[in-house]
Structures are given as structure tokens and as C-alpha cells.
């Protein structure tokens, strides 16, 4: 059964230097150490090798967060060189790579551009987004351009954990060490309502209704959003929303597992938005674990045959199948 995992990063050293120059103050620069650092910059074939002790066919690249969203003009130079890599490294090797454009949101009417030329040009099957640019959140009629660019090409946005804004994290993740502050403000919990409420703002603020073939994809089984349905519905009413809540949920939303191998969130998942709307990914490398852990869970998952495919593979081809059309 061939698996293609989506949501595997990638760092290039013009975006790391990038970063260094102009985010000194962003802490997640620290996560981009050690091993860590030298499987985001390998395209090759330790990446390859990985992936194979995994058990994954596919990767689908992506620049990992914070992307180019926190800096300025810069980010439209560092997106066109950001993807053609990314092309580049598709065209060597088709059968195990896909991509992910970069786009440069601090400069949304370019950054459209940008996901036009990536889709119709370099062949990329959508773009990874992180949320905010700076304090604009991702609903802000600034970045609506981008939504109508992904809907005419039929493409798929991800929308990706950045770390929250600092006087969020000093009100609600600090007050103990360095290391667990950061922790706690990222990938122990911070990340994940960040994400999650970005979602949510594009349903308040009337995006899908917009744009009603607008397809998202959220991570780590949905970024808490999916547990939570029942208290979110409550914003029908007081929002006067066109649909119910959960209607957004189902008709413009995809999860992936980001290598969370949980089969509570699976079957969660599943009972929710079902099978046709749930994708596979293993997070690398960040969640990467030696053992063919990422082919284990999809063998053991407790999923019908037919369902085990398309969570391995074919609700994403059927996903990007008009992808430029």
C-alpha cells in the first residue's frame, strides 16, 4: 500500500540566514538544532534512507515554521528561490517527492502570484501557511487574494503551527525555565491552539462562504478544533454563520496525523469528519522514530482495507487531482 506523508519539512541556509538576520527574538530558532538541523537541510539520500526505514513512499516537502511570514520584503526573493528548490529536488526524484509552496505573506498580493507560478510553472501541489504575518491573522482581508488563488487552482492551503506572539507567551507559557517555556508556548501546546484558531477565524469571518471550494489542512488531528465542536457550534448563532459550524468542518477541512500514531485520535477523527477527509503524515523530522514506526500505525490502524488506502494515499490524490485546472 503506498503511503505518501505530507507534511515533512525542509529548511534551506538562505531562510535560516534569513531568520537569523531579522528574528533574533523568535525562540523557535532553537528547535532547528542538532539532528534536527541535519535532516531539515538532507534532500538526499540519508532523507531517502528514512524515509525507507519508515516505510514512507512519498514525502510531500514543505519549508518548516515560521516560514517566510515574519520577514519583511525579503520574503518574495526568499520564496521564488525557496520553491524552485523544491522543484528541483521533485524533478530528481518524482517518485518520492512532492511540494509545498512557500509564499511570501508579508507581501499577499505577491504571494498570490507566487502560489500561481508554483502551481502552473514548478508544479507544487499547494502552499504551507503559518498563521499570522506579524499581528495580521491569516483572515485579515490582506491574504484574501490567496484564498482566491488556491480555489481557482484547485489547491489545497496548509495551515501550519507558529509560535504565538510574544505577550501571549509571556502571559500564558512562561514563568519557569527557558527550555520548558519553550516547549510549552510550541510543540507541548501553544502551537496548537495558534493553528486551531486560525481555522476558526476563517469560518467567523465568513471566508468559506466566500470561497466555498477552499480547501484547509490542519495538522496533529485537527489542533484541538476537533474535540471541541460541541462548545465551537455554540458561535452559530452569535456569529450568524450562513452554516452550521460543523459544516465548515466537514466540506472545507482536512486533518493529518503530523505523527501523532494515536488510535483515539484516529477513530475521533474518523467519527467526525470521516474517512474521506483524513490524510497521513509523519511530521518529519521532528516526529521522526526509528522502528517503521510511521508504516506500523497505518498496518494496525483499525480501518477497513478501502479505508486504510485513503488514508495512506488516495483521499490526497483525489484532493490534489485537479490541482492547475
Not at 511570501?104 to 500561481?116: F, I, Y
Request: proline share 4%.
Amino acid at each position: 500500500m503506498k503511503l505518501i506523508a505530507i507534511e515533512e519539512h525542509f529548511l534551506t541556509s538562505e531562510v535560516r540566514t534569513a531568520w537569523e538576520n531579522s528574528m533574533q527574538d523568535d525562540p523557535t530558532l532553537k528547535l532547528h538544532l542538532g539532528a534536527i538541523e541535519d535532516r531539515l537541510e538532507d534532500i538526499g539520500s540519508n532523507r531517502i534512507r528514512l524515509m525507507d526505514e519508515s516505510g514512507i513512499d512519498v514525502e510531500v516537502l514543505s519549508l518548516t515554521s515560521p516560514g517566510l511570514h515574519n520577514l519583511g520584503s525579503e520574503s518574495v526573493i526568499l520564496a521564488q528561490q525557496t520553491n524552485d528548490f523544491v522543484a528541483s529536488a521533485v524533478d530528481n526524484n518524482p517518485k518520492r517527492f512532492q511540494g509545498l509552496a512557500a509564499l511570501p505573506t508579508p507581501s499577499p498580493k505577491e504571494a498570490a502570484r507566487e502560489l500561481e507560478r508554483s502551481v502552473k510553472n514548478l508544479g507544487l501541489k499547494g502552499a504551507m501557511l503559518c498563521g499570522r504575518t506579524g499581528e495580521k491573522n491569516l483572515d485579515h482581508k490582506d491574504f484574501w487574494s490567496i484564498f482566491e488563488c488556491a480555489e481557482e487552482l484547485n489547491v489545497p492551503l496548509f495551515i501550519h503551527p507558529q509560535i504565538p506572539q510574544k505577550a501571549i507567551r509571556d502571559i500564558y507559557y512562561s514563568g519557569f525555565d527557558e527550555l520548558t517555556d519553550l516547549a510549552f508556548s510550541t510543540f507541548g501546546l501553544g502551537w496548537h491552539y495558534e493553528a486551531g484558531i486560525q481555522f476558526v477565524r476563517l469560518v467567523l469571518a465568513k471566508v468559506f462562504d466566500r470561497f466555498p471550494n477552499l480547501q484547509i489542512i490542519l495538522g496533529h488531528w485537527g489542533e484541538v478544533i476537533l474535540f471541541y465542536l460541541e462548545r465551537l457550534a455554540s458561535l452559530n448563532r452569535m456569529a450568524k454563520l450562513d452554516r452550521p459550524f460543523i459544516d465548515y468542518v466537514r466540506q472545507n477541512l482536512y486533518v493529518t496525523s503530523s505523527g501523532m500514531f494515536n488510535n483515539s485520535y484516529l477513530q475521533r477523527s474518523v467519527e467526525i469528519i470521516g474517512t474521506d477527509r483524513i490524510l497521513f503524515s509523519a511530521d518529519y523530522p521532528y516526529q521522526y522514530r526509528p522502528g517503521r514506526d510511521a508504516r506500523n500505525f497505518l498496518e494496525q490502524a483499525p480501518l477497513s482495507e478501502d479505508d486504510k488506502n485513503k488514508f495512506a494515499h488516495s483521499n490526497w490524490e483525489r484532493l490534489i487531482a485537479n490541482v492547475g485546472q
